[in-house]
């Protein structure tokens, strides 16, 4: 049975699709192993504001099961850290709940092994500073990576 050219068209962009969505796991896969990676966020000078001044910095990470995540607090307020988003305050802190960190101050989190893929995590004093991490559950079992 012949394919007809539109056909064809659909595959070839079912196929492009594919590759960009599987492209960041390539990446990753070569820097993959069983080394568990530290990730450093900053709360910059400022954050608290509602200004140009990200909250959290970087506030997206792609992180694997095991790694640390260190939020540092650079700002000359007390910030928290804890899980959920703003606009549903009943499910805060479900995940992981770092409280307050002084101005200077560090808190770190080891990322747990769930089914998970998708952290979201926001500041209980200044809600709109927001943050996630994504496709965060790499498992690495005899040097097969495979996506949860
Ligand atoms: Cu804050």
Sequence with gaps: MAISL????????????????TAPFIFFSV???????????????????KGP???????????LV?????????????????SGVPEHPEHS??????????????????MPDTDFLAFYYFCEIHPWMTGNFLIVVWKLHSQKLILK
């Design 93 to 110: 802190g479900v995940f992981f709940d770092l409280g307050q960190v002084a101005p200077g101050k560090s808190v770190s989190h080891v």
């Design 31 to 49: 820097y993959a192993d069983d080394t568990q990676n530290e990730w450093k966020i900053t709360i910059p000078n400022g954050a608290s504001g």
């Design 6 to 21: 539109s056909t064809l068209y659909v595959m070839i962009h079912l196929l492009a699709v594919f590759a960009l969505a």
């Design 53 to 63: 001044v990200q909250g959290f910095s970087p506030n997206q990470l792609p992180v």
């Design 66 to 82: 095991g790694d640390t995540i260190v939020w540092e607090n650079k700002d000359s307020v007390t910030h928290s850290i804890t």
